[in-house]
């Protein structure tokens, strides 16, 4: 399954991957789930808001477990964020099989689409509109860097936009979703061990930081004379960044637009996002706070205006503790350890569905902490054991 799914959406330039919501690399990854849920005797299907599902059971009976993760990627991501959760679902169904186990409840692996907010900014689609987190209204008004419309990219893919929208019904059937994932940091490398157990996602959003000031000649206009909105900008760079080493927080800005964008024009806008995160809501608001006045300050000495809109927010989320909790009881019975606790501060869909449904997720070993990169690793030994604690979850959940 790695072998096949390699090759898609590789940049042959950067090593990274570019699997975009609703694009070629995006078909191509939704066929390889559709073949792999369909050579195991699955039926599949796809949802109205274009995640795919496969089951095995009656999908209608109620109390299913679910597990899956997603398949999209960030730009030049690795290959592991997202598709090992998917990789892995399968395989524990193969080993559960292996093992002889009968399932006493319906069992799905799913693909939620557009987790990253690559495409259209906004990470989660799928998963936010089946939980009725996103309006079909909002959903129709995110747009992509080239300015096509989320139902345009959806109806030019082969799906019909006009059902996206809220789905209980279908979150109804689900008993339990639980949700593998490399880890995004490197807690696990420390402690030594090969899996651990989410206790909760940080609260964290991205807000939009436009400075606007007067384009001109870089050559022939005075220093004293500029309202160059990159000094305001840089300087809210270097803000953000002390700001969340006296919270112990983490803030970044990541993302960069410039206008006119030319190489001897002092910029007319220059428009950057900041990504926050931290373990409690009060240390997110003060780094927020800090930085967005430390940018005021900054824009007022330059002669700079500057707007500040927050475009997306998701509050601490604790994933349900009696899941989280049978998920330890049932991993110690197996290996006779202790599995670690630990908590994440990157968005999961299974943070989104966790307001609908009892949600879990298990973390696998990344022993350099690099993510969202080409960079981004887990080793083969550990994947296997991430696969076989899954099984072992799936089996004490669904073959009671």
């Known amino acids: 399954m790695w072998r096949e799914l390699r090759p898609i959406g590789r940049n042959a330039e950067t090593g990274g991957y570019r699997r975009y919501a609703w694009t070629g690399a995006d078909a191509d990854c939704r066929t390889w789930f559709q073949e792999q849920a369909e050579s195991r005797g699955l039926a599949y299907e796809t949802d109205r808001n274009g995640n795919q599902w496969a089951w095995l059971g009656d999908p209608a009976a109620g109390d299913a477990v679910v597990t ?58 799928g998963s936010r509109l089946t939980a009725g987190q996103l309006t079909k209204e909002q959903a129709y008004e995110l747009r992509d860097g080239d300015g096509v419309r989320l139902p345009e990219a959806m109806e030019a893919a082969g799906y019909d936009p006009a059902v996206i929208g809220p789905d209980p019904g279908r979150l109804a059937r689900i008993g339990a979703f639980v949700e593998l994932h490399v880890e995004q940091g490197r807690a696990l490398d420390l402690s030594g061990d090969e ?47 002390r700001e969340a080493e006296l919270a112990g927080a983490v803030a970044t800005f990541g993302k960069i637009s410039v206008e006119p964008n030319g190489v001897n024009a002092i910029p007319s806008l220059v428009r950057g996002w900041l990504d926050s995160r931290a373990a409690d809501q009060e240390t997110l608001d003060t780094v927020v706070t800090a930085v967005e006045k430390a940018a005021r300050e900054y824009a007022d000495r330059h002669g700079v205006d500057l707007a500040v809109v927050r475009e997306s927010f998701t509050p601490v989320i604790e ?22 606790v630990l908590g994440t501060g990157a968005g999961h869909d299974a943070g989104i569905l966790s307001a609908s449904v009892p949600t879990a997720m298990l973390f696998v070993r990344n022993p350099t902490g690099v993510s969202h990169s080409p960079a981004e690793h887990a080793a083969e030994d550990d994947c296997v054991a991430g696969v076989r604690a899954l099984a072992d979850v799936l089996e004490g959940l669904a073959c009671r």
């Open 195 to 241: 899996v651990g157990i989410a206790s909760a996602i940080w609260p964290h959003g991205r807000w939009r930081f436009d400075f606007r000031g007067e384009a001109n000649h870089a050559g022939t206009t005075r220093l004293v004379d500029r309202r160059d909105p990159m000094l305001s900008y840089a300087e809210t760079v270097l803000a953000a960044r």
């Open 319 to 340: 994933f349900e503790h009696a899941l989280r909790d049978e998920l330890g009881v049932l991993l110690r019975g197996r290996t006779g350890r202790e599995v670690p």
């Open 68 to 125: 899956g993760s997603h398949l999209d990627s960030v730009p030049d991501g690795g290959a592991f964020d997202g598709p090992l959760g998917v990789v892995s679902a399968f395989a524990a169904l193969d080993e559960l099989r292996a093992r002889g186990v009968e399932f006493t409840r319906p069992l799905a692996l799913t693909n939620f689409g557009d987790e990253e907010g690559a495409r259209f900014g906004l990470a989660c689609v």
